[in-house]
């Protein structure tokens, strides 16, 4: 990494649409920018630490988290419309399922380390909403995995790994001992940070800041 290059560290769950759309709209923004390289990594966050193994189907765990269906409804709305303007087609449909995330945050952590953390992250939030796959369901990771060269094995190794999941439990830790409580959140350059699925602008704007710090 050039010395010049802006660090730009993401703090995300995969269960979180907005993450999505924050990525999104992160992408927009570095491809408008033209000043120094950026260099993006991605960390964990659980929204659901406690998430039952064999997930939740779509109704019970929406109404458990946000109230009535009315508002559920409202939500998932305003969620596939703003989808639409970044090229996501939400899918919450009667097959979608929420899942414990922390495995995948550890095929995530591995992923990161070979070089290959955005694009599996990219696959695992386009996998579970927009084409509804059960992401606790080994097959189903093992066919994602195949996309990266990997192999059962070395997905069932990832996931059975309890130093992983503890390395993955702590840097979660890390960024909540620093006020980290909602995500998606940006941290740029280790110093400014930017909570939500913000606009590009912003992105933007926040960029021409740090360049110039």
Same mark, same amino acid.
Request: aromatic share 10%.
């Given at each position: 990494?050039?010395?010049?290059?802006? $660090?730009?560290?993401?703090?995300?769950?995969?269960?979180?649409?907005?993450?999505?759309?924050? #990525?999104?709209?992160?992408?927009?923004?570095? #491809?408008?920018?033209?000043?120094?390289?950026?260099?993006?990594?991605?960390?964990?966050?659980?929204?659901?630490?406690?998430?039952?193994? %064999?997930?939740?189907?779509?109704?019970?765990?929406?109404?458990?988290? &946000?109230?009535? +269906?009315?508002? @559920?409804?409202?939500?998932?709305?305003?969620?596939?419309?703003?989808?639409?303007?970044?090229?996501? %087609? &939400?899918?919450?449909?009667? /097959?979608?399922?929420?899942?414990? $995330? =922390?495995?995948? *945050?550890?095929?995530?952590?591995?992923?990161?380390?070979?070089?290959?953390? $955005?694009?599996?992250?990219?696959? !695992?939030?386009?996998?579970?909403?927009?084409?509804?796959? *059960?992401?606790?369901?080994?097959?189903? =990771?093992?066919?994602?995995?195949? /996309? &990266?060269?990997?192999?059962?094995?070395?997905?069932?190794?990832?996931? /059975?790994?309890?130093?992983?999941? %503890?390395?993955?439990?702590?840097?979660?830790? *890390?960024?909540?001992?620093?006020?980290?409580?909602?995500?998606?959140? !940006? +941290? =740029? /350059?280790?110093? !400014?940070?930017?909570?939500?699925?913000?606009? $590009?602008? @912003? !992105?933007?704007?926040?960029?021409?800041?740090?360049? *110039?710090?």
């Amino acid at each position: 990494m050039k010395e010049d290059a802006i $660090t730009i560290d993401v703090i995300s769950d995969v269960a979180c649409p907005w993450c999505y759309i924050g #990525k999104r709209r992160l992408e927009a923004a570095l #491809k408008k920018w033209k000043g120094a390289p950026v260099q993006v990594s991605w960390h964990p966050y659980q929204l659901d630490p406690s998430m039952r193994p %064999e997930g939740m189907d779509r109704d019970t765990y929406l109404t458990n988290k &946000f109230g009535s +269906v009315e508002r @559920v409804q409202a939500m998932t709305d305003r969620l596939i419309a703003i989808g639409k303007t970044v090229g996501i %087609e &939400f899918d919450f449909g009667d /097959n979608w399922l929420a899942v414990n $995330t =922390l495995p995948l *945050h550890q095929l995530l952590y591995v992923a990161r380390e070979e070089g290959v953390g $955005t694009q599996m992250k990219e696959r !695992f939030l386009a996998a579970y909403f927009e084409e509804s796959q *059960h992401l606790n369901q080994p097959e189903t =990771l093992y066919a994602i995995a195949e /996309n &990266f060269g990997w192999d059962q094995n070395k997905v069932d190794a990832i996931i /059975n790994d309890l130093k992983i999941a %503890e390395a993955v439990k702590a840097e979660i830790a *890390h960024y909540q001992q620093r006020g980290i409580s909602s995500v998606p959140f !940006f +941290v =740029l /350059n280790n110093e !400014f940070g930017i909570s939500g699925a913000q606009p $590009t602008e @912003v !992105f933007l704007e926040a960029l021409e800041s740090v360049s *110039h710090a």
